[in-house]
C-alpha cells in the first residue's frame, strides 16, 4: 500500500514538475521574442542632416530608385509614419509584400499593421498607405535560432499599377549571387548610428552598398548561430556599412542600377551594427526551401502564365 502510494506521489510530482519545465519554456520564449521589439521601443530620435552617417555609412535613396522598398507602420506606435515606421519590406507582387518573420512577432499587430509604398521620405503625404490583411510566417521559422525569417503580407488591396515596382526573388538555389566578395545593397529607414552612441532614426530612405561574406568567415563570427541553409551574411568596409536595427524585413538585393534588380536577403540579425568582426545576417533567398515557400504563397490564385 505504501509503496503504491509513494509511487503515485511522485507520479504526481512528477507532473507538476514537468508543468513547470513547460511554463519556464514558454516564459523564457516570450523574454527572448520580446527583445526585437523592444529595442524599436525605445522612442525615435530624428536624423540631424549631414552630421551623422545613415543606414550604417550609406546614402539617402534619390526620390524614384528603390522603388520596391516599403516601410512597414504600426499605426498604434504614434501619429506619424516616423513614429510608425518599425521595420521594412519589399514588393514582390501587387499584393505582396516580403519582410522578416521577427518582424510579426507581436501577435496584435495585424489589426493596425499598414504598409508604405513607392515613398521615400516618411510623412511626405505623398505614398501609397495600404493596410495588411494577412501574414504568412515561413512555416520554418524559429524565434530563438532565427532561421528561416521569412514572411509574406498580403495587402488589403492591390498597389495601384503606376506605384508598384516589384522585385524578382532570387530563389535560383545557385547561390549565383551570393558568392564572396560580390557587390550587393541593402535598404531601409533603421537606425543610422553604430552601437556605441544612442538610436538615430532617418526620415529619409537610406541604402548602402556591402559586400557577401563567406560563409565560412560568418561561421566563425557567430559559431553555430549561423545556419548556412538558411541565413547569408554580408558587410561593408572603410568605414563600415551594415544595416541596423529598424531596417529588419528589408530587401538585401543585387543588381541595384539596373533595370532588373534581384533581391538576395531580407535584414535579419547582427551583433551590433558595423562592428568590423560581425557581419550583418539576412534571410537567404536562394534556399530553395524559403524560395519555394514564397513561391507558393504568393502564387498561389495567379492564373498560370504559358511560356514558349
Ligand atoms: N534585428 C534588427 C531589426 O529588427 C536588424 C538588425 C540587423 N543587424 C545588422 N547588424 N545588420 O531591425
Redesign the pocket.
Known amino acids: 500500500m505504501h509503496r503504491i502510494v509513494d509511487r503515485n506521489h511522485i507520479a504526481g510530482r512528477r507532473i507538476v514538475w514537468s508543468r513547470w519545465v513547460v511554463f519556464l519554456a514558454i516564459v523564457l520564449a516570450g523574454v527572448v521574442t520580446s527583445l ?1 521589439p523592444t ?2 521601443a525605445i522612442a525615435k530620435t530624428r536624423h540631424r542632416h549631414g552630421v551623422t552617417p545613415q543606414i550604417i555609412n550609406g546614402t539617402p535613396v534619390p526620390p524614384g530608385q528603390d522603388r520596391f522598398v516599403v516601410a512597414l507602420l504600426d499605426m498604434s506606435r504614434g501619429p506619424t509614419q516616423f513614429d510608425q515606421q518599425f ?1 521594412g519590406g519589399s514588393v514582390i507582387g501587387r499584393q505582396y509584400i516580403l519582410t ?1 518573420a ?2 510579426m512577432e507581436d501577435p496584435n499587430l495585424l489589426g493596425h499593421l499598414s504598409v508604405l509604398v513607392d515613398q521615400v521620405e516618411l510623412d511626405s503625404g505623398a505614398g501609397v498607405v495600404i493596410d495588411v490583411k494577412s501574414a504568412q510566417i515561413d512555416p520554418n521559422f524559429d524565434a530563438s535560432s532565427i532561421q528561416n525569417d521569412a514572411a509574406v503580407l498580403t495587402l488589403a488591396q492591390k498597389i495601384p499599377r503606376q506605384r508598384s515596382q516589384r522585385i524578382a526573388v532570387d530563389g535560383a538555389g545557385d547561390g549565383a549571387l551570393t558568392q564572396a566578395g560580390d557587390s550587393a545593397t541593402v535598404a531601409g529607414w ?1 537606425n543610422t548610428n553604430p552601437d556605441q552612441g544612442p538610436p538615430d532614426y532617418p526620415t529619409h530612405l537610406m541604402q548602402a552598398d556591402v559586400q557577401m561574406v563567406a560563409d565560412t568567415d560568418c561561421a566563425t563570427a557567430y559559431h553555430g548561430n549561423f545556419h548556412q541553409v538558411s541565413m547569408v551574411c554580408a558587410a561593408g568596409n572603410s568605414p563600415s556599412r ?8 528589408g530587401p538585401l538585393f543585387a543588381d541595384a542600377n539596373s533595370a532588373h534588380p534581384v533581391q538576395i536577403g531580407i ?8 562592428q568590423a568582426e ?1 557581419p ?2 539576412y534571410t537567404r533567398l536562394s534556399d530553395p526551401d524559403i524560395a519555394s515557400w514564397i513561391h507558393q504563397v504568393t502564387a498561389n490564385h495567379a492564373p498560370k502564365k504559358h511560356r514558349g
Open positions: 526585437a529595442e524599436m521595420c522578416a521577427h518582424c533603421g551594415d544595416s541596423c536595427q529598424g531596417d529588419s524585413g535584414v535579419s540579425w547582427g551583433n551590433g551594427c558595423a560581425f550583418g545576417v
